[in-house]
């Protein structure tokens, strides 16, 4: 109990340890695998990991502390951060998505399936909104790598000189991506499904596995919450101060 209040009264700071953030909240490790070989310092305080492990530092607390209280997410605390530091979480969150969250939820779909059977009214609902949830996500992942992000890089390289004025980009709209992202819904999707399903099979809530996915879920709603914050709020508003700039 004092160890929670220790950290709720001085939050999450570079001087802990990995072990000790985890510690206080087992449910960020999903920030932490995002970045390779990150187990191997679990006793290290976060501003003594080299940065070839964590790109940023100060960047990785404010990541925790979102997840830590997601509903408080507050944009101008990653304002401060330089352009390159937030794509590259981005992108690290792109490929986590891909490589371990979408594949650990359908691992349980498929563990489900196993025990209760295909025709099971539950797995038929899930593997009706799942595959094309996916490949939404991955669709909507690959326009942000090929259109938005690019996009950006090129501001930066104008602004810094290292580019002529004339881009391949001079007709894309910061506007039309931030109405696409919105009609997306990538997680308010995600929350209706659970929402539906824990409504339609309350007879499962004690099912083991049918907890596992839950948690998943839930998580994975968080996390895509998060990031459309840190997109919408963060790199929209990043991208317009170069735009005035170029």
Known sequence: MLRAFYFHVLMISKKQSIAEILSYNPSLQPVFDRYDSWKAHLAMPLHGIAPDIFT?????????RAFDKPRRFCPTRF????????????????????????????????????????DHPLLRLLQSFFP????????????????????????????????????????????????????????????????????????LKRVFLFQVLSTQLKAFGKDLFIHEQIEDHVLVAQARRLERRV
């Open 56 to 64: 940023d530092h100060d960047f990785l607390v404010e990541i925790l």
């Open 79 to 118: 304002l401060r951060f330089p352009v390159h530091i937030v794509l590259d979480y981005l992108y690290r969150t792109h490929r986590y998505y891909a490589q371990k969250r979408m594949p650990e939820i359908e691992q349980t779909i498929g563990q489900l399936a196993h025990a209760y059977g295909d």
């Open 132 to 203: 094309g949830y996916r490949q939404h996500l991955e669709a909507h992942m690959a326009l942000e790598e090929d259109t938005l992000f690019p996009y950006i890089l090129d501001l930066t390289e104008r602004v810094s000189g290292k580019q002529a004025e004339k881009s391949i980009f001079s007709h894309y709209s910061l506007d039309e991506f931030l109405i696409s992202h919105e009609e997306d819904e990538l997680d308010e999707q995600l929350c209706a499904m659970h929402d539906l399903i824990r409504q339609r099979h309350p007879e």
